[in-house]
């Protein structure tokens, strides 16, 4: 039989699981409070499909399966079937504590509980439950369809056994894992805070302009994209928040203190390419 | 955290909206101090002959063209090994001679022939202030001598020689050369003309250059030693294994190479040296070294990262 997969969330991260899951053949049921954002959810699925049925990724059938298996619920309560459950609402430790209990009454006392975090402490939110041993971190990226790598965070308490679960799912998913420790960042997230951390204090002593830094990380370390573009296109409010979730998180190492850069730009409302304004202007002319 | 998407192209014609005060590129000097002045370039109009030490013959000169690219080059390259031998296929491989420089002394030979020298060493050593000094004597004063200065300002190497106004810094590192860009940084003293014939040589190496102001780490090696670092902070945490954190880096956020292994690649212990470098600078914690890093820089091995 199929293996289910509930996933309570439907914004981008929520909507980009079950566009890989419904893919891969497992049955989904798309949670949300808000019927119209899981509406726009299940619309962008399809647009994002047929883009890759475009581009021959995908066949029309495989298109037409996957959408079937989509299944829209507006009832939490119906989540109660499901073989894992992936959590991926707002980055709220309270949010996703307050949902945690609720999800470990409602489930299956064998349904793994997955969180999306990517800045939270798994071990915090598993603590919420009563059978913390079934909560890990599935950690994707965005945009999910795209990008690999799928972070399988180990809890304090989590089971070997739902490690292992978690992993082999995520590679049905065609997912690459790396199994990570519950630390501050995990490792993609830590790793990456000096791309934009050095990249902002190198601008602050006036070393070079953006534009010049990002030219020179782009044609001199052969990176894909600058850190300025990056951080727009991450959005500076959501960059701020992940560095400053991190240094508080490790009771202020020097390592990961916020740039007083990046604050004001997000004081100032010029959060990247969402808000048209950023380290660059992307408004048209 | 939201990532990048791989076909995600940042618009041609966007303009940097925020800005910090001051030029974002470095000044150089506008005129050169009257005792650099030297009437009659000989390197300029001379043929360059090959000698025992050349690499490679200069292609046939362009004569239609005008101008500083006309230059025929005899570039002298000493320190680091490794840097050299990237730095001489490099130059070569684009029909620029070269001369590695094994000993100090043979410098004075050639010392008419040549016209860009270029000191390799990353560390900020006894051996590399020697290599400086030496230069700088035996050459004469409208060469221009470039210096790695990925682990000491490019002052603060220079400011003790004679012939200041023709030193320039390099961001000379492992790896990097692979890539179409060279980062350079004019010390105070720099002169434009100095500047200018750099940046056409490394032109004519089809190299682009960016000019940044001559501080330690200049741009790329300073991020990329502090990601290597975090990544081996993450390693001595527990947090992942080194081959995991090398896969995320790639598949997660579409990194060119896994940190660790592009560390063993530049060698753990040029990391450390600009890093310890930094530190000494700016006196801030951020650049204390992973102590796991500093026992690899000294082991000068790793594990099973290997792509």
Sequence with gaps: MAISIGIVGAGTMGAGIAHIAALNKFNVSLYDINEEVIRRSVEKINYEMKRSVDKNKI????????????????????????????????????????????????????????????SLSVTSIASATKHPGRVVGMHFFNPVHQMKLVEIVKGTLTS??????????????GKKTIQVKDTPGFVVNRV??????????????NVTSLEEIDRIVKKSGGFKMGPFELMDMIGNDVNFSVTESIYEQTFHEPRFRPSQIQQQMVEA????????????????? | MKKQTKKE???????????????????????????????????????????????????????????????????????????????????????????????????????????????????????KRKNLQALDEALPANVPIVSNAVAETILSQS??????????????????????????????????????????????????????????????PRILCQIINEALFTVQNDVAS???????????????????????????????????ALYLHYHEERYKVAPILRQLALAGIFWETKE
């Design chain 1, 59 to 118: 066949s029309d059938d495989d298109m037409k399966m996957a959408l079937t298996r989509i299944k829209k619920r507006t009832n939490i309560n119906d989540l109660d079937t499901c073989d894992l459950i992936i959590e991926a609402v707002l980055e709220d430790i309270k949010v996703k504590r307050d949902l945690f209990k609720k999800l470990d009454q409602i489930a299956h006392h064998t349904t793994i509980l997955a969180t999306n975090t990517s």
């Design chain 1, 160 to 173: 070997d056994e739902t490690i292992r679960s978690a992993t082999a799912i995520a590679e049905q998913l």
């Design chain 1, 192 to 205: 990456a805070r000096p791309f934009y951390g050095e990249a902002l204090k190198i601008l602050g002593e």
């Design chain 1, 269 to 285: 409302g010029l959060f990247g390419k969402k808000s048209k304004k950023g380290f660059y202007n992307y408004e048209e002319k």
């Design chain 2, 9 to 127: 192209k940042p618009k041609s014609k966007k303009k940097a909206l925020v800005r910090i005060d001051a030029a974002s590129a470095p000044s150089v000097i506008d005129s050169v101090p009257a005792a650099a002045i030297v009437p009659a370039v000989e390197s300029k109009t001379k043929p360059v002959k090959p000698e025992r030490k050349l690499k490679a013959t200069p292609p046939a000169s362009k004569k239609e063209k005008t101008g500083k690219t006309d230059v025929k080059h005899l570039v002298c390259l000493l320190g680091d090994e490794q840097l050299v031998r990237e730095y001489s296929t490099a130059f070569q491989e684009k029909g620029i001679a070269v001369q590695e420089l094994k000993n100090l002394g043979s410098v004075k030979n050639s010392a008419k022939k040549i016209t860009v020298a270029i000191e390799l060493t990353i560390a900020s050593t006894e051996q």
């Design chain 2, 159 to 220: 400011h003790h020689l004679k012939h200041l106004h023709r030193f320039v810094g390099i961001a000379a590192f492992p790896t990097l050369l692979a890539n179409p860009l060279v980062e350079l940084s004019p010390s105070l003293h720099t002169t434009k003309e100095t500047a200018d014939t750099v940046k056409a040589l490394f032109e004519s190496a089809k190299k682009e250059t960016a000019m940044v102001q001559d501080s330690v780490g200049m741009v790329m």
């Design chain 2, 242 to 276: 080194p081959k995991d954190i090398d896969e995320a880096m790639k598949h997660g956020t579409n990194y060119p190479h896994g940190p660790i292994a592009w560390g063993e690649q530049i060698g753990f212990s040029n990391v450390v040296a600009v890093l310890d």
